[in-house]
C-alpha cells in the first residue's frame, strides 16, 4: 500500500502563489506516475497536473496552464505543484494521485492511490 501525505495548502490572496507537496512512501516511487486533482463543494472532481514516471513528460487542465507547474523529485519521493497567480476559481481541495503504468493521465478513476487532500483558499 502506497502512503501519500499532501501539504502546504493555505489561505492566500489572489494573485499570490502556493507550492503544494505530495510526500510518498515506499521504494517504487520513480515508477509511478503522479496527478494532481481538485475538488470544490458541490463540485466534480477535476484533474489539474500529472507527470511522467521519469518527469519528462508534464500535462495540465488549461485553467491553469501557464500559471501552474508540476515537477518531481524522486530521490525525495516527492512531487509538487508550483501555482502562481492564483484565481478564487483556484479554491479547492487539493489531492495527489498515484498509479504504475498509467495511460490517461486526466482520468481520475485510472489513478490507484490518493493522499488526503491539502485545502487551498484564494480571497479575491
Known amino acids: 500500500q502506497v502512503q501519500l501525505v499532501e501539504s502546504g495548502g493555505g489561505l492566500v490572496q489572489a494573485g499570490g502563489s502556493l507550492r503544494l507537496s505530495c510526500a510518498a512512501s515506499?521504494?517504487?516511487?520513480?515508477?509511478?506516475?503522479m496527478g494532481w486533482f481538485r475538488q470544490a463543494p458541490g463540485k466534480e472532481r477535476e484533474f489539474v497536473a500529472a507527470?511522467?514516471?521519469?518527469?519528462?513528460?508534464?500535462y495540465y487542465t488549461d485553467s491553469v496552464k501557464g500559471r501552474s507547474t508540476i515537477s518531481r523529485d524522486n530521490a525525495k519521493n516527492t512531487v509538487y505543484l508550483q501555482m502562481n497567480s492564483l484565481k478564487p476559481e483556484d479554491t479547492a481541495v487539493y489531492y495527489c494521485?498515484?498509479?504504475?503504468?498509467?495511460?490517461?493521465?486526466?482520468?481520475?478513476?485510472?489513478?490507484?492511490?490518493w493522499g488526503q487532500g491539502t485545502q487551498v483558499t484564494v480571497s479575491s
Open positions: 515506499g521504494r517504487t516511487f520513480s515508477r509511478s506516475a
Open positions: 494521485a498515484s498509479k504504475n503504468y498509467i495511460s490517461h493521465y486526466y482520468d481520475f478513476k485510472e489513478y490507484e492511490y
Open positions: 507527470i511522467s514516471r521519469a518527469g519528462g513528460n508534464t
